[in-house]
């Protein structure tokens, strides 16, 4: 059986080697291109894409006009990783918004019902490492998981195929069997 196949964009997370690793461990195979490289259409190439962190613009529309665009137009599901998901957010009319440096292990409550959360306990200690927060999900997607320092720390798009974390999903167990609750909708 053939491998499924994960487009990776990089952002400029540091810790891509380990984003893309978790979801070789998951069964897919990954290619990586940058925001600026992304291609036109996927043409049947990949089964899902990735967005990862960014320590920069996710405010810069312009930069990001042809990821946005591959994303809405795409028919496999997405997950945007912290400045991912951010960037997600602003695109579709949300605001970011100053807040508490979180850096470590972090508990989040999920909701349970939601397909991406079908191998974690209700609350989950996930990775964090920002400042910026999405304040409250943008039309056509909603809050999927909170905490006491974010109302958004997980979101999903109201036809459930985009979906986005706060917390960097690379690291900790809880993250990684949240991407295999992702990658069970692609694979």
Do not use: W
């Amino acid at each position: 059986m053939a491998r499924s196949r994960v487009l990776v964009v990089n952002n400029g997370t540091l810790s891509l080697k380990q984003l893309r690793h978790r979801f070789e461990q998951l069964g897919s195979d990954t290619e990586t291109v940058d925001a600026a490289s992304v291609p036109d259409r996927l043409n049947g190439r990949y089964q899902a894409i990735v967005l990862s962190g960014t320590k920069v613009r996710a405010y810069d529309q312009d930069y990001y006009k042809p990821l946005v665009d591959l994303v809405m137009s795409a028919d496999v599901p997405v997950f945007g990783i912290c400045g991912g998901m951010q960037t997600l957010a602003v695109a579709a009319g949300g605001h970011l918004a100053e807040g508490v440096q979180r850096v470590g292990g972090h508990d989040v409550q999920v909701d349970k019902e939601e397909p991406i959360f079908a191998y974690v306990k209700p609350t989950v200690t996930v990775f964090q490492r920002h400042t910026l927060y999405v304040r409250e999900a943008p039309k056509g997607f909603r809050s999927i998981g909170r905490s006491e320092h974010a109302p958004v720390e997980f979101l999903r798009s109201d036809d459930g195929r985009i979906f986005g974390a706060q917390a960097h999903l690379e690291f900790r167990s809880d993250g990684l069997e949240i991407l295999r609750g992702f990658a069970r909708l692609y694979q």
